[in-house]
């Protein structure tokens, strides 16, 4: 199609965005990586020397990186679990006429623009609250002990309140898949005698394959990043009961002023994050084909 | 097997009236064609049929049983789809196999009965491909052949070969009327061409705003159409319609002529006119003609008419093919 010529000129022009998106990348990915080879600590300054592999020793064997290794992939997980199967029910629901539906549709949606820290100081004053939560009268009202949500389950109430903020994600997106499913295709699989939970399993849930797995694919990116939900409610605890990678790292480098350990646990991260990746690019790149 | 009877069907969307009470009867074996404008209600008609829509009042018998509120798949008949309406994840054998899977069937039956029905239609070379990697025609074979493995009491089709090319179109047909001759089971098949209606058809329904304005043999609708609209609907090119003086004097309010049954001549006849443009096909010559009146008409004349852009003509038929209508285009006599 191109001559030699227009490709060339197209390299050249594209190339200052690539240097930049570049330079973005690699300036912060090699500093990271030269401060973990460090012993910086923000306590001691001046004091930088270079150590190997102590620090990436040190944050490997703590007992603190296996619960949140274990507490990240729960989190994960849990919110992945909820949102997909709670946003393929909701979407069925919505996709039925209903009296108002524009209006649903729209409060449906709402958590998504709420911000992280918002909703979930919101949950934690106002509904997992032991004394004046809404939960806990819901509990006293039925003659119950109000239940402690964030000293008893933590990792369970931010799987909740991720999950809640997640839900209207992936309840739009298969909501618009499921709109995209020819009706005759429904009608075809109701002359060939499929009932309704064939119609599901057989049809539906097949057309939307594709757009779960770009769910799931999205919300994990973001999901191994979560943060503020646990700085605001938990702060990581009790304990490390909810901590995640994200949050130990944030632990590491600014609450114990350790600049190179924290370095070295990002720079876990990102390989953990590089090997979550490359599994969802292949289970993608097989339903995308088809 | 397979009659299906239909009884003061109505139906409504809201308030709107798509088809007025309705009564027709489909023989055992026979093949019908719906047939009308679009929008004449002849797709609702057979989603009637099928279930897929409620009927508002009336009932539907299929095999002298009341079918009126039994689910579609319990009904015992098989569509096919406009759009085919194939499963676009499943391969076409599973595509065939889906039916008889929902039916319980055990999986050697299913097999040798899918096996079967891809060698009817010639499918046995694609039967692991998915139907994005089909053509038109294949595609619309694959949907026929999860209509046959149910051995359904009845066939119905919704405009099946409206979105296959001309060439294509005129092969399907003629498959169809072959499954049509081997299987003998009932076939209802709507369509908005009315070539597919004559060529296809044991009996055309004619249907206009979801009356039915005539049913009968392809040739009886031509010969004797009940009104101006199934003679002008029926017959390729469409009949000539004159009315006011002309009309008259052969004791009429409207007069129809088809443009097979009219002579040219370019010294006397009954209409004096110009032609305008002249379509040499070879076979035939089609002459569209303005009379000296400002009406049009279409002449179908044999190839060797030697007439061209503004030759005069006369043009004449034989009484006994000059069709009249009254005021209220129903025909007289």
């Known amino acids: 199609m191109a001559t030699d010529h227009s490709r060339i000129a197209a390299r050249f022009m594209i190339s200052p965005a690539v240097l930049l998106l570049l330079g973005w990348m690699i300036v912060p990915l090699s500093m990271t990586l030269y401060f973990s080879f460090l012993d910086y600590n923000l306590l001691s300054p001046g004091m930088e ?57 729209i409060l449906v949606i709402a958590p998504f623009f709420v911000m992280p820290t918002v909703s979930a100081l919101v949950w934690k004053n106002m509904f997992m609250n032991p004394v004046n939560g809404l939960f806990a009268h819901a509990a006293k009202a039925m003659g119950l002990a109000p239940f402690d949500f964030f000293a008893h389950a933590p990792l369970f109430s931010i799987i909740m309140i991720v999950a809640w903020q997640w839900l209207p994600f992936a309840t739009l997106i298969l909501l618009t898949v499921l709109q995209s499913l020819d009706k005759e295709q429904l009608e075809a699989a109701k002359m060939d005698g499929a009932r309704k939970m064939s119609r599901f399993v057989h049809i539906i849930l097949p057309h939307m394959s594709r757009a779960i797995t770009v769910v799931i694919l999205i919300q994990t990116i973001f999901l191994l990043s979560i943060f503020a939900e646990i700085l605001v409610t938990t702060n990581g605890g009790p304990g490390y009961a909810s901590t995640n990678i994200t949050y130990l790292v944030y632990a590491q480098s600014l609450l114990q002023f350790d600049v190179g350990g924290g370095s070295a646990g990002g720079i876990v991260a990102v390989v953990l994050a590089n090997i979550v990746a490359i599994f969802l690019m292949r289970m993608i790149g097989k339903n995308l084909e088809a | 097997m397979g009659s299906i009877t239909l009884e003061n069907v109505t139906k409504s969307f809201g308030d709107v009236e798509v088809i007025p009470p309705l009564n027709l009867e489909i023989n055992e074996g026979e093949f019908v064609v719906f047939v009308g404008p679009s ?7 057979l989603r009637l049929i099928a279930g897929l829509e409620d009927v508002s009042s009336g009932s539907i018998a299929i095999d002298r049983e009341d079918a009126t509120s039994i689910r579609p798949a319990r009904r015992g008949l098989a569509m096919v789809f406009q759009s085919y309406a194939l499963y676009p994840h499943m391969s076409v054998r599973k595509n065939i196999a889906f039916p008889l899977k929902m039916a319980g069937l055990e999986q050697a039956d299913i097999d040798k009965k899918v096996d079967a029905a891809a060698n009817i239609l010639n499918l046995s070379d694609y039967i692991d491909r998915k139907p994005g990697q089909l053509s038109g025609g294949q595609r619309q074979r694959v949907a026929i052949g999860r209509a046959i493995v149910r051995e359904p009491k009845a066939f119905l089709f919704d405009e099946p070969l409206s979105n296959l090319d001309a060439a294509l179109r ?69 009949m000539n319609f004159l009315s006011g003086e002309a009309a008259q004097k052969h004791g009429a309010h409207t007069i129809g002529v088809r443009p097979e049954h009219l002579a040219c001549s370019r010294e006397s006849g009954m209409w004096k006119g110009t032609v305008g443009v002249a379509e040499h096909l070879g076979s035939d010559t089609f002459l569209y003609v303005t009379l000296n009146d400002g009406s049009n008409f279409t002449v ?23 069709y009249r209508f009254d005021e209220n285009e129903q025909a007289i006599g």
């Open chain 1, 49 to 105: 020397e270079w150590i190997g592999f102590m620090n990436y020793e040190y944050f490997l064997t703590d007992p603190a990186f296996f619960a949140a290794l274990g507490n990240t992939f729960l989190l994960v997980a849990g919110v992945l679990v909820i949102t997909i199967t709670g946003g393929v029910a909701l979407a069925l629901l919505l996709d039925q006429p209903m009296w108002g539906q524009g209006i649903v549709r």
């Open chain 2, 39 to 45: 929008g004449c209600g002849k797709s609702t008609l």
């Open chain 2, 170 to 238: 005129v092969n399907m047909r003629l498959e169809i009327s072959e499954l049509h001759q081997d299987l003998k089971t009932t076939m209802v098949y709507v369509t908005h061409d009315q070539v597919e209606a004559m060529t296809m058809a044991d009996k055309i329904v004619v249907l206009r705003a979801g009356v039915i304005e005539q049913v009968g043999s392809p040739l009886e609708l031509y010969r004797k159409p009940a009104n101006k609209f199934v003679a002008g609907f029926i017959g390729s090119p469409n």
């Open chain 2, 300 to 322: 179908r004349s044999d190839g060797n008419v030697d007439l061209n852009h503004g030759d005069t003509v006369y043009l004449s038929a034989e009484p006994e093919n000059i």
